[in-house]
């Protein structure tokens, strides 16, 4: 009989690199986990098969089996880049799928942050959701990526936002840490992204270690992630006054 359920939402296959030892701590507290993909992870209407499995792959070393693996975006049609114009459908998922799941003790939401659009439209779906259904205090946030005073196209690489409130940290054992690199070399689709975020990823591991989750604030998402230009600004993604909008028409018709 598990201690009940651990549910981490990520935008995209591989973006569970953030939350490894969050995983094994879940499990390891007798939890099940699920892990839930949002989008396809690819565009223009590739297959995602390749990188289903990759994540697939990864995640049964962390002792997730692939019946707790959900590819909502490949049911979804949600794309790569798409779900900030589809954040009803993915709300209205993330509600079924908590309503039938009465023993959810975890929900795990990539953080607010201004790294990737999809990364924060997650974001506001799964705090949105949460709220309503009075789930806030189970709801934590993790940080893959963000450009918070970094110049041009340089990015910090799981460095919690101070204004995302206080850090929950706990230290990560070195065995866990020379595992979590090897995991991170297992995306072969993703060869370029992984060129520039590996290199951050080992110095985060040598020199920190630690695994670090916040808790997260409806408040928030009104609020620019950080100042100064958004890294999906730089990469002209989106803009923040494109993304803000459309949030804040996804909350507004989630109160009426």
């Known amino acids: 009989m598990t201690a009940g359920t651990a549910l981490f939402l990520f935008a995209h296959q591989d973006d569970e690199f953030s939350v490894f030892q969050k995983i094994l ?11 839930a993909f949002m989008t396809t992870g690819t565009v223009g209407g590739a297959s995602p098969e390749a990188r289903n499995r990759e994540s697939l792959a990864v995640l049964e070393k962390l002792g997730v089996g692939s019946n707790d693996v959900i590819f909502v975006g490949q049911q979804l049609e949600i794309d790569d880049g798409a779900l900030m114009h589809r954040l009803c459908d993915a709300a209205d998922w993330l509600r079924g799928w908590i309503d039938a ?11 607010w942050e201004g790294g990737h659009p999809d990364h924060d439209s997650l974001h506001a779906v799964g705090v949105n959701v949460a709220q ?26 799981m460095r919690p936002l101070p204004m995302n409130g206080p850090v929950e940290s706990v230290a990560v054992p070195w065995r866990h840490r020379i595992a979590f690199m090897r995991h991170c070399l297992s995306y072969p689709t993703q060869r370029k992204t992984w060129i520039g975020l590996f290199p951050f990823v080992l110095l985060h591991y040598v020199f920190g270690g630690r695994d670090a989750m916040q808790p997260v604030s409806p408040e928030r998402l009104t609020s620019r992630p950080h100042e100064g230009a958004l890294y999906y600004e730089r990469r002209q993604f989106t803009t923040w006054p494109e993304l803000c909008e459309r949030v804040a028409a996804f909350t507004a018709r989630s109160r009426a």
């Open 25 to 35: 701590d879940e499990r390891a507290s007798g939890a099940r986990v699920v892990c």
């Open 101 to 111: 799941c009465p023993s959810l003790r975890g929900l795990y939401l990539p953080a």
């Open 132 to 157: 309503h259904a009075g789930l806030l205090h189970l709801a934590r946030q993790s940080s893959l990526y963000n450009g918070y005073k970094r110049p041009g196209q340089l990015f910090n690489v």
